[in-house]
């Protein structure tokens, strides 16, 4: 993987409001450390070398530094401030990319990603332009109708995990484009940009921590992982 310069977008430029704390969700911690460094050190130890630039709100840009040089022994972090919308953010975090390669755009907020899925994603994106990971619907879903509702075939839908991977010369033209309110994540921005998108299986345990029981539950999950690899 050295012939290729990798990088890393990691998008942490929300307030957390969900969470219902006095502190943004990335930065709460999460067995010991923040909750974003350990997709940090994810990436770190999966492709090393990897060039990583962590988005954040504007007001936490300085005081990061000193947060990531705490937890964060031996890895260089490039941090960028945030904008209005997610593909603001990603923007910001995309204009610190001055060569062509591999781009990798994570949440945050999933702490729990995992070199496996980093490396697959990494591997796929070099061969079909983009990477997706996405995970089947466990539960019977239901649209609303004016009438009222009506149900959805699950096993025709997915759904959407990060990394979102891409080489550049896909995702940069993307961004170049003017911002819509259809932009959820980096997919459709591609999408809209005339290239079709190839999806991966993701995993279940890459989880979005964006509610207080998802700390817990991140928590649980995290230490059956340092158990197994103990």
């Known amino acids: ?20 704390s006095a502190i943004p969700k990335q930065f ?4 010991g450390k923040p909750l974003l460094c350990h997709a940090i050190e994810s990436f770190a130890q999966a492709i090393p070398g990897i ?18 040089r705490s ?15 997610r593909f603001d953010s990603v923007k ?24 496996e899925l980093i490396i697959r994603c990494y591997k796929h994106a070099v061969e ?3 990477a997706i990971p996405a995970i089947p619907v466990a539960e019977s879903v239901r649209v609303l109708t004016p009438d009222g509702s009506r149900p959805l075939d699950r096993d025709n839908m997915r759904i959407i995990q990060t990394p979102q991977t891409f080489r550049t010369e896909v ?16 997919a459709t921005v591609v999408e809209a940009s005339g290239t079709k998108i190839h999806m991966i299986d993701g995993m279940y345990g890459n989880i979005k921590v964006t509610k207080p029981n998802d ?7 995290l230490k059956e992982r340092i158990h197994e690899f103990a």
């Open 171 to 186: 995702i940069l033209p993307a961004f170049e484009q003017s911002y819509q309110p259809s932009f959820t994540d980096e």
């Open 28 to 31: 709460l911690p999460l067995l």
């Open 1 to 20: 993987m050295s012939e290729i310069r990798k990088y890393a977008v990691i998008v942490a430029g929300g307030q957390g409001l969900r969470m219902d």
């Open 128 to 130: 079909f332009g983009s």
């Open 92 to 115: 910001n975090g995309l204009k610190e990319i001055k060569e062509g390669g591999i781009v990798f755009v994570h949440d945050g907020a999933r702490p729990l990603v995992s070199e």
């Open 51 to 68: 060039k990583l630039i962590l988005v954040l709100p504007a007001n936490h840009v300085g005081s990061a530094q000193t947060v990531l």
């Open 71 to 85: 937890y964060l022994s031996g890895i260089e972090v490039t941090t960028v401030a945030g904008g209005a919308t």
């Open 215 to 221: 700390m817990i539950i991140a928590e649980a999950l």
